[in-house]
Structures are given as structure tokens and as C-alpha cells.
Nanobody
Framework: QVQLVESGGGLVQVGGSLRLSCAAS????????MGWFRQAPGKEREFVAT????????NYADSVKGRFTIARDNAKNTVTLQMNNLKPEDTAVYYC???????????????WGQGTRVTVSS
């Protein structure tokens, strides 16, 4: 399918900002819907944000809406997640994911990166 590598995680204070990046391999990248998911300690993986192939469609979890922004650059095979006004509950391992289907259907995301850790200090 497609190989994904996340970067940009780290330690940040409450109210701070961080930008995560995802690099995808292959020329087929524009054919995939892309997304970000996260898994907090002791919790299951949860949806954060997704974006359509042409960036016309975006979807956000209620918990991050207004604070996070997902974007993509098909010429560079990259997807980013700009995170602002970070909260302690944002602490998690963040995963980049790809879907051969629609950005709207979360079950279609089947290719995953290895994750990058984000820690928000209180």
C-alpha cells in the first residue's frame, strides 16, 4: 500500500503549539484520503482529523475542532497536523493513516505510520 512516517512530536506546555508531519512514499499518494489518529495512555485509538484527496473535505473530532488543522501537499507527499492551544488531554501517540476510500469513512483507514509522541505538560 503506502508507507507513512510521522515526525514533529515532543514536549510542549499547556496552551502551546506543535506541528506534526507525515511523509508518504510512492506516487499514489494523491489517491489516498489521509488522517490523523491518536492513542492516549490507557485508552483506545481515537479519530482526530481526516482530509480528502483534494483537500476539499475535512473532518475533525469535537475535542480538537477549532484548535487543530489538518492539511496536505500532494506535490510533496506530506500531511500535517497543526495543533494550537494544547491541553493535557491531547497527550498521546499520534498516528498518520491512509485510506483508499473516502476521508469520511473511518473504517477505510488501513495503512498506518509508526506514530510520534506528544506530551503536554500541565
Amino acid at each position: 500500500q503506502v508507507q507513512l512516517v510521522e515526525s514533529g512530536g515532543g514536549l510542549v506546555q499547556v496552551g502551546g503549539s506543535l506541528r506534526l508531519s507525515c511523509a508518504a512514499s510512492g506516487r499514489a499518494f494523491p489517491n489516498y484520503a489521509m488522517g490523523w489518529f491518536r492513542q492516549a495512555p490507557g485508552k483506545e485509538r481515537e479519530f482526530v482529523a481526516t482530509i480528502s484527496r483534494n483537500s476539499a473535505g475535512r473532518n475533525y473530532a469535537d475535542s480538537v475542532k477549532g484548535r487543530f488543522t489538518i492539511a496536505r501537499d500532494n506535490a510533496k507527499n506530506t500531511v500535517t497536523l497543526q495543533m494550537n492551544n494544547l491541553k493535557p488531554e491531547d497527550t498521546a501517540v499520534y498516528y498518520c493513516a491512509a485510506s483508499p476510500g473516502s476521508y469520511y469513512y473511518l473504517d477505510d483507514f488501513a495503512s498506518w505510520g509508526q506514530g510520534t509522541r506528544v506530551t503536554v505538560s500541565s
